[in-house]
């Protein structure tokens, strides 16, 4: 069985390690409701590295990358995002 809320974890926690990991981020700024650019300082080279990793996370590319970054605008909407597309959810199954 599967739920939402465990999985939204899992996918939180992959974003946040990779943002901490890649662009140098503290922890405690990663949180759900983080802008990107106004509370991370994101740039548009930093988002295009998220937008790999929602690649990777879905396990194909996106059609529209620039509509999708336009509509991402902090890590909870990435979350929604991909769990809507069933990301995340396989690694959850009791």
Do not use: K, N, Q, Y
């Not at 899992?10 to 509370?39: K, M, Q, S, W, Y």
């Not at 740039?43 to 194909?60: A, H, I, P, Q, Y």
């Amino acid at each position: 069985m599967t739920t939402d809320a465990t999985a939204a974890d899992l996918l939180r926690h992959r974003i946040a390690d990779v943002l901490v990991d890649r662009l140098g981020l503290l922890p405690e700024e990663v949180v759900p409701d983080a802008r990107f650019r106004e509370d991370l300082g994101m740039d548009s080279l930093d988002m295009v590295e998220l937008l790999t990793v929602v690649e990777d996370e879905l396990g194909e590319p996106l059609d529209s990358p620039d509509d999708t970054l336009s509509s991402l605008a902090t890590i909870g909407d990435v979350v929604a995002f991909l769990l809507e597309r069933g990301a995340g959810r396989e690694e959850v199954r009791a």
